[in-house]
């Protein structure tokens, strides 16, 4: 079984239909371990909280999609095992730390981080941490 590290927009495009619905659901279905910082939560959370500020959901499928997105088979990493590897990313590569705290999640478990952030993948094109990025638009 292949371990991937998922971030929060990967989840975010297959609860809302995003343009990489169809990739993201089947690597969140596909019987794969998957881990996260516990930062995930936090950022779905609010993903969830614009799009009802939006107006685009009710407070009852808000609650609904954040209970979902909890079940998921998702073994997270406490962000504190993760900081000092993150910052020094971070430094070095010019993303955001929270960016980073997924790579540096990646980096230490030697595998790879899914993303649906282009830009991020981009970044990190053709540095040695490419290895450890992949598009969900890739995915097949």
Not at 10 to 22: D, L
Not at 65 to 74: M, T
Not at 108 to 117: G, I
Not at 125 to 134: I, N, Q, R, S
Request: proline share 4%.
């Amino acid at each position: 079984m292949k371990t991937y590290v998922l971030d929060a927009s990967v989840v975010a495009a297959a609860f809302f239909q995003e343009k990489h619905a169809g990739p993201s659901r089947k690597v969140l279905t596909g019987g794969h371990a998957l881990i996260a910082p516990d930062l995930i939560h936090a950022e779905l959370a609010n993903v969830i909280w614009k799009r009802h500020a939006r107006g685009e959901i009710d407070e009852g499928e808000a609650d609904r999609l954040l209970a979902d997105i909890l079940a998921l088979p998702l073994q997270v990493t406490p962000c504190g095992d993760l900081i000092e590897a993150a910052l020094e990313l971070a430094l070095r590569t010019g993303r955001s730390v929270y960016d980073c705290l997924y790579l540096a999640l990646a980096v230490k478990t030697k595998t790879v981080l899914f993303s649906a952030d282009k830009r991020l993948v981009n970044a990190l094109a053709g540095t040695p941490l490419a290895k450890h990025v992949a598009w969900i638009g890739d995915t097949r």
